[in-house]
C-alpha cells in the first residue's frame, strides 16, 4: 500500500505541475508591449541593427506569447517591452519556457546588462544558476523598460514567453522537483527489481527492459536539465547525450517489446518488418553523428525520418495486436494500456510541432506518461514471471507423476521378469532334474540318457542366466556384446538377422548397457512372436555423446497409436528407455514393417 500512496503522489504533484504550467497566472503589474521577432537566416546583424528594426516595428508580432516558427537553423532574435504601470518599482523573472534552445544572449537595453543561457551552456557559466532559462527584469515605477533575446536554435522552434515572479517560480520549482523526486525514486525501484528479476530468471527480456528503464531515467534526468545541474555543472555536451539516450530508449523498447509479445515466434514477417524499423532508426542515428553539420542545417529531414520509422513501429505493433490477439490476449491488452499513453502524449506533441495546436507543451506530461508506461509494463513483467513460475510448479508437478508412473511400470516389468524366470525354472530345469532323478531310481538305469538330460539342463540353465545377465556384456565392447548375443541366438528365430556397427560408441555406462541389451532381447522377441518378419536389420551408431540403435524389420506392421503400444512389451520397453534419459521412436505401417530407433546419451 505504501508502494501505490507513493504512486499516487506522484501522479497528483505531477498533474498540479502541469495544470499550474498551463493555466493562466495571476495577471503580472507588468505587462509585454510590442512583442516581436525576426529571424536572422540571411546575413548576421548587429545588435544595434536589429534593435533598430525591431522598433521601426519590422519584426513579426508574436501572438499569445507564444513564439512558433516551425523548423529553423539560424539565430532568432526577440524584442519586447515590458510597462510598469505602477508607482512602485517591480522585479520580475522573464521564462522562456522550453529547455531545448542552444545559447541564449539576454540583453537589458537600457541597463546595458548581458545574461547568457541554454542548454548548449555549461550550467556553471549561466549568468543565473538555474536550469530553466530566466532572466531577471527590474523596472521603476511608471517606467517601460527595452529587452532583446538572441537564440541559437536548430530545429523546431516554439517558445512560451512568460513573466512570473520569483515567488511563483521559485513555487512551482520545488514542486517540480517534489513530483521528479518522486518519479526517479519510483523507477529507480523498478530498475532494481528488474535487476533482481534478470539475476533470477536469466532471461533477455528483463535485461532489455532494465537497460530501457535506465536509458528513460537518464533521458528525463537530462530533458528536465537536473543532469546539467547536479550531475556535471560544467558539460556543454548533454543536449548531445540527450539524443543519445532517447536512440537508445527507441532501440531497447523495440527489443523489448518483440520479446515481450512473442513476436518473433508468432509471426516471424512482422518480426522481420519491427526488426528492418529498429535498425533503420539506429542506421539514421549514426548517419546523423557522422554528418552532423548536415544534420543540424537540415533537422527537419530527419526528424521527418524519425516520426516516420515510429509510426511505421506502431502499425506494426497494431497489426500484430490485430491478427494475434485471441493468442496473447493479456499481454496485448497490458502493452497497449502502457504505450497507449506515450502515443497520445507523442501526438499531442507533433500537433504541437507542426502548428496544428496552439497549445504551451509541458515536460511533465511526459514525465507523467513515461511513469503511468513503466509501472503498467512492471506489472505486465511481474505478471509473465507469476505465469512462467506457475508453469514451472505445473511442469514439476506432471514430472514427478511421470517419474512415479515410470518407476511403478518398471517394478511391474521387474515383477514380471522374476515371475517369468520362476516359471522356466520351475518348468523346464526343475521338472528335467525330476525327471534325472527318477532315471537314478531306478537300478537299471541308462548312463548316456542322464548324461543326455543332464546335458540340455546345463544348457537351458545358461540360456536363462545368459539371458539375466551375460558375462559379456561386462566383458566387451558394447557392439561386439551385442553381436555376441546375436550370433549366439540367431538359430533358435525363424527370421534373419543382420547387425551392422557404424562408429563403435564409446564410454558407455554399464547400467546404458545393460538397459540397452535387454530392450535388444524384448524388441527381437516381439519381432520374431509378432511381426511375423523374414528380416531384421539392426544398426548401432556410435557418437561424442550419444548413441543411436535402429531396427528395420520386413513384417506385418502395427498401428503405433493402436492398442499395441499398450502391450506388457512395449511398455517394459518404453520403462527402460527412461530410465536411462532417452527417446524412442516407433515408425510402422501396416503391411510394410516397422522401424524403431533409439536414441541415448550418455
Not at 149 to 155: A, E, L, W
Not at 312 to 327: D, H, R
Not at 435 to 462: C, M
Request: hydrophobic share 40%; glycine share 4%; with cysteine.
Amino acid at each position: 500500500m505504501k508502494f501505490f500512496n507513493l504512486l499516487f503522489c506522484f501522479i497528483f504533484c505531477t498533474s498540479c505541475t502541469t495544470t499550474n504550467n498551463n493555466q493562466q497566472k495571476t495577471p503580472p503589474p507588468l505587462e509585454f508591449v510590442n512583442l516581436q521577432y525576426l529571424i536572422d537566416d540571411t546575413s548576421p546583424l548587429s545588435q544595434k541593427e536589429i534593435t533598430q528594426k525591431f522598433k521601426q516595428n519590422k519584426g513579426i508580432p508574436i501572438e499569445s506569447q507564444i513564439l512558433n516558427e516551425g523548423f529553423i537553423n539560424s539565430a532568432v532574435w526577440i524584442y519586447f517591452e515590458l510597462h510598469n504601470s505602477t508607482s512602485k518599482n517591480k522585479e520580475q523573472l522573464v521564462l522562456l519556457d522550453y529547455v531545448h534552445l542552444g545559447n541564449i544572449h539576454f540583453f537589458d537595453l537600457d541597463s546595458g546588462q548581458e545574461y547568457v543561457s541554454g542548454n548548449q551552456i555549461a550550467f556553471n557559466n549561466r549568468s543565473i544558476k538555474n536550469r530553466s532559462n530566466i532572466f531577471p527584469v527590474f523596472i521603476e515605477g511608471n517606467k517601460k523598460n527595452s529587452y532583446l533575446i538572441k537564440c541559437d536554435k536548430s530545429g523546431s522552434l516554439r517558445v512560451p514567453i512568460r513573466l512570473v515572479s520569483k515567488e511563483n517560480y521559485y513555487k512551482e520549482e520545488k514542486l517540480h522537483n517534489l513530483s521528479f523526486g518522486i518519479y526517479t525514486g519510483v523507477l529507480l525501484i523498478f530498475i532494481v527489481f528488474c535487476l533482481i528479476i534478470f539475476c533470477v530468471s536469466r532471461k533477455k527480456i528483463h535485461l532489455y527492459y532494465f537497460i530501457y528503464l535506465l536509458c528513460l531515467l537518464s533521458y528525463q534526468w537530462i530533458n528536465s536539465g537536473l543532469a546539467s545541474e547536479l550531475i556535471c555543472p560544467s558539460c556543454d555536451f548533454m543536449n548531445t547525450l540527450r539524443g543519445y539516450f532517447s536512440v537508445l530508449i527507441y532501440f531497447t523498447f523495440l527489443q523489448f517489446s518483440q520479446h515481450f509479445l512473442d513476436i518473433k515466434k508468432l509471426s516471424p514477417k512482422i518480426n522481420k518488418g519491427v526488426n528492418a524499423i529498429k535498425y533503420s532508426f539506429l542506421a539514421l542515428a549514426i548517419i546523423s553523428s557522422i554528418f552532423f553539420d548536415f544534420a543540424k542545417t537540415n533537422p527537419q529531414i530527419f526528424l521527418v525520418l524519425s516520426y516516420f520509422l515510429s509510426f511505421a513501429s506502431i502499425i506494426a505493433f497494431f497489426l500484430f495486436s490485430v491478427f494475434y490477439y485471441k493468442e496473447k490476449k493479456t499481454s496485448i491488452l497490458y502493452f497497449w494500456t502502457a504505450f497507449g499513453t506515450l502515443i497520445v502524449i507523442f501526438i499531442y506533441y507533433l500537433m504541437i510541432e507542426f502548428s496544428i495546436l496552439n497549445n504551451p507543451f509541458s515536460l511533465e506530461l511526459f514525465v507523467l506518461a513515461s511513469g503511468v508506461e513503466a509501472f503498467i509494463l512492471m506489472l505486465a513483467l511481474g505478471y509473465q514471471y507469476k505465469q512462467t513460475i506457475n508453469k514451472k510448479i505445473k511442469l514439476d508437478k506432471e514430472l514427478a507423476i511421470q517419474k512415479e508412473l515410470r518407476l511403478s511400470a518398471f517394478i511391474k516389468g521387474e515383477e514380471k521378469e522374476r515371475k517369468r524366470l520362476s516359471e522356466e525354472l520351475h518348468d523346464s530345469v526343475g521338472s528335467k532334474l525330476t525327471q534325472v532323478s527318477r532315471l537314478l531310481q531306478n537300478k537299471e538305469f541308462n548312463l548316456q540318457a542322464i548324461k543326455n538330460k543332464v546335458a540340455e539342463i546345463t544348457k537351458e540353465t545358461r540360456e536363462i542366466s545368459h539371458n539375466l545377465m551375460p558375462g559379456y556384456v561386462k566383458l566387451m565392447s558394447f557392439s561386439n556384446s551385442l553381436e555376441a548375443y546375436i550370433e549366439e541366438n540367431k538359430e533358435g528365430f525363424s527370421m534373419e538377422i543382420a547387425f551392422r556397427v557404424f562408429d563403435e560408441p564409446k564410454h558407455v555406462d554399464q547400467q546404458i548397457k545393460i538397459q540397452l541389451f535387454r530392450i535388444l532381447q524384448e524388441i527381437i522377441t516381439n519381432t520374431e512372436k509378432h511381426a511375423e518378419a523374414s528380416t531384421l536389420l539392426i544398426a548401432l551408431f556410435g557418437y561424442d555423446t550419444s548413441l543411436v540403435l535402429s531396427f528395420q524389420d520386413d513384417g506385418k506392421g502395427f498401428l503405433p497409436n493402436e492398442h499395441k503400444t499398450e502391450g506388457i512389451g512395449i511398455k517394459n520397453i518404453l520403462s527402460r528407455i527412461n530410465s536411462i534419459n532417452g527417446k524412442i521412436t516407433f515408425d510402422s505401417v501396416l503391411g510394410e514393417g516397422t522401424n524403431i530407433l533409439i536414441e541415448v546419451p550418455f
